[in-house]
């Protein structure tokens, strides 16, 4: 998984995996999902991320199964 942020554009792009994109859909008119072949989703774009998702308050931790 791959998660950017690109201060420029006010933009968080999160990628769960490499492959392909079949299609993107619009989910609400700042939100993107990103769709292989199969359907399943690869990745999401959050635009305008700081206002909606709490950009300077991110942070991650990998939980163990």
């Known amino acids: ?38 359907g399943n989703v690869c990745a999401i774009t959050v635009e305008h991320a700081s206002e909606r998702a709490g950009i300077p308050q991110f942070s991650y931790e990998q939980v163990a199964a």
Do not use: C, W
């Open 1 to 38: 998984m791959k998660v950017k942020y690109f201060a420029d554009t006010d933009t968080l792009h999160i990628e769960f995996r490499d492959v392909p994109v079949s299609e993107t859909r619009d989910l609400d008119e700042n939100t993107l999902l990103d769709l292989d072949g199969q």
